[in-house]
């Protein structure tokens, strides 16, 4: 097994836990206070923390870390195309189903957003239903909401 690192972040919205491997993030999620272990930070999740940080404090509006989600090829292209979603800007899942050439996926591409490990940098909360409502969020619709919210306002 390989060695995971971990950082947290307490945020407005409540704690961010950063994990990598030694290269790159594997997942980075928001947890109840309690629910961490004790692991060790690497340059990678600090330097993960630093820019998450940031973008809290609404001075980061890109992130550039090594990445390495774990999923199917279809995930990874739902994410990467969640990648390409401008700070502050939201887009629909047919859309985004019609971004990876797959237009009648708007479904899988929810589940896939659904399963993103790499919350935030990888941004699923970016994308909202066809009618402008906020739908799905691992991290909790009151969370998706306030990350618009936040970026909306800060980049103005």
Not at 5 to 32: C, E, H, M, W, Y
Not at 98 to 117: C, D, E, F, K, Y
Request: with cysteine.
């Amino acid at each position: 097994m390989k060695p995971v690192f971990q950082s947290l972040l307490p945020t407005p919205i409540g704690i961010v836990r950063i994990q990598a491997n030694k290269d790159a993030i594997t997942r980075i999620d928001f947890i109840d206070d309690g629910e961490h272990s004790a692991y060790a930070e690497n340059d990678v999740t600090l330097q993960a923390r630093a820019q998450l940080k940031d973008y809290f404090e609404g001075t980061c509006q890109a992130f550039d870390l090594p990445l390495a989600p774990q999923g199917t090829e279809f995930q990874q292209a739902c994410w990467q195309a969640l990648v390409k979603i401008p700070y502050g800007e939201t887009r629909y899942y047919a859309e985004q189903a019609q971004l990876i050439q797959r237009p009648s996926a708007v479904r899988a591409v929810g589940a896939a957003n659904g399963a993103n490990p790499i919350s935030i940098v990888v941004p699923c909360h970016r994308v909202i239903g066809k009618s402008g409502q906020l739908t799905g969020y691992a991290g909790g619709l009151e969370r998706k909401a306030w990350l618009l919210a936040h970026e909306r306002d800060a980049g103005v």
